[in-house]
């Protein structure tokens, strides 16, 4: 613990200095590819940070703040783009928007008492699942399997919640909102597109959807740039995730994960090219509770079978479950 909280230090100061070079010195470099090289220094100490730690919660945290978003957005700042163009007015605002996923609106509405139920709500059955971990020898494999995925799910929207309120107060904002009930899904546009971690498609579309399109209309028909474009960012999605894995288990890549995404890409470009068939959309309607099962499921299913397996090998699944167990205890420990 000791350790870990040293370590937590040292990746603070690195990141506010990295973040603060970036404020002050490449925006009075050219756009372009003399901004980008200016800022490369900082994308590769970006990509090395997570190692700092032996701690999956940290690492992970880590590398979803650092490696993933904050990379992208300083790719996209570097060519003019991206949520911190215009550059924030204070380097505390742009330390913020360079590392979380904030909106650029300001003065988010006042919290209903809606999302503060929903958030108790997540929190209690946060709690029942940590208590059936006791359980988890005699749970069927798919049962248990199920409960890693809500586990982690649960985990992140509380801890961008407890986030997203640290940054309403202090800075006046919100946040882009993780995800929008993803089992109401009804397709896999609809999956990946409005409701599970909206934050990639907000990084991904401007940084590779849109000129992979762009470049690939000069080339083919308009239809066929969409999917092309769909697949390339899923499978710059997926390798991503593999950078995000190995952080987690400190194995090299597999690939089985970048192919989980790229199947997600073409399955998707397919959805897309049938809905473009109106005699057949009009012919085969289904019932949105049949929708959401069969989107729901094929994306469970598959994750299963392409993303479940490295982390059960490795054991970090194991050791997710027992960090967040002994900080549930040491927290019980001084504060009740």
């Not at 988010?108 to 709690?127: D, E, M, R, W, Y």
């Not at 690939?216 to 390339?232: F, H, T």
Request: positive net charge.
């Amino acid at each position: 613990m000791e350790e870990e909280l040293k370590n937590l230090i040292k990746v603070l100061v690195f990141t506010i200095i990295s973040v603060s070079y970036c404020y002050y010195l490449p925006p009075r470099i050219k756009s372009g590819l003399p901004r980008f090289l200016s800022v490369s220094p900082i994308l590769a100490l970006f990509l090395v940070l997570p190692l700092f730690f032996s701690t999956v919660h940290l690492s992970f945290i880590t590398a979803f703040f650092l490696t993933w978003l904050a990379n992208f957005k300083l790719i996209l700042f570097s060519f003019d783009k991206g949520p911190l163009v215009p550059v924030p007015a204070s380097l505390s605002r742009f330390l913020c928007f360079t590392c979380f996923p904030i909106k650029t609106q300001q003065n988010p509405n006042p919290q209903t008492h809606s999302p503060v139920l929903a958030f108790a709500v997540k929190v209690a059955i946060f709690g029942v699942l940590l208590h059936l971990y006791d359980y988890k020898k005699t749970l069927p494999p798919v049962l248990l399997l199920g409960l890693y995925f809500l586990h982690m799910y649960l985990e992140i929207e509380i801890i961008l919640t407890l986030l997203k309120v640290f940054v309403s107060i202090s800075l006046g904002c919100d946040l882009e909102p993780q995800s929008n009930k993803p089992y109401l899904a009804t397709s896999l546009q609809d999956f990946w597109g409005r409701r599970w971690n909206t934050i990639v498609p907000t990084i991904l579309k401007p940084a590779v959807y849109k000129p992979m399109r762009q470049v690939s209309e000069r080339r083919m028909s308009s239809d066929w740039a969409l999917y092309s474009g769909i697949l390339v960012t899923f499978t710059v999605s997926g390798l991503v995730h593999d950078f995000l894995f190995f952080y987690l288990t400190r194995e090299m890549p597999t690939g089985e994960v970048t192919l989980f995404f790229m199947l997600q890409g073409a399955c998707l470009a397919a959805e897309l090219a049938v809905k473009k068939k109106t005699t057949v959309t009009q012919r085969w309607q289904l019932s949105p509770v049949v929708s959401r099962i069969l989107t729901v499921g094929f994306v469970f299913l598959t994750g299963s079978w392409l993303m479940i397996p490295q982390l059960a090998r490795s054991g970090v699944v194991e050791k997710y479950i027992n960090e967040g167990l002994f900080l549930v205890s040491f927290l019980k420990h001084k504060f009740i």
